[in-house]
């Protein structure tokens, strides 16, 4: 069992940074690919980036290439999500997954049904 934990939400000005952490525990945090979605409220929860199991690959929504960036600690078993130029319209509860049934792959996961353990999520709020 896989335990993910987001952290370092909470509530910025337009134009600021902030930085999520997602830490793991309970499995081999090293050899899972690891992804970031949101959820704004009435709306359905959107991929926002991917890593690869070793950090050696990313990818990113549209919606925040060149603003998020998305790294991992395989020794601390943790990722992170750098936010920086926050919007308000980036204002939603940030989840962290994590895909350990495809173990060591490569491959871009960016639909909710490739990962399979969640976080709890975290609340940003970017104000205007």
């Known amino acids: 069992q896989v335990q993910l934990v987001e952290s370092g939400g909470g509530l910025v000005q337009a134009g600021g940074s902030l930085r999520l952490s997602c830490a793991a525990s309970?499995?081999?945090?090293?050899?899972?690919?690891m992804g970031w979605f949101r959820q704004a409220p009435g709306k359905e929860r959107e991929f926002l980036a991917t890593?690869?199991?070793?950090?050696?690959?990313?990818y990113y929504a549209n919606s925040v290439k060149g603003r998020f960036t998305l790294s991992r600690d395989n020794a601390k078993n943790t990722v992170y999500l750098q936010m920086n130029s926050l919007k308000p319209e980036d204002t939603a509860v940030y989840y962290c997954?994590?895909?350990?049934?495809?173990?060591?792959?490569?491959?871009?996961?960016?639909?909710?049904?490739?990962?399979?353990?969640w976080g709890q999520g975290t609340q940003v709020t970017v104000s205007s």
């Open positions: 890593i690869s199991w070793n950090g050696g690959s990313t």
């Open positions: 997954a994590a895909d350990s049934r495809n173990r060591y792959s490569d491959y871009v996961r960016k639909k909710r049904y490739e990962y399979n353990y």
């Open positions: 309970g499995g081999t945090f090293s050899s899972y690919a």
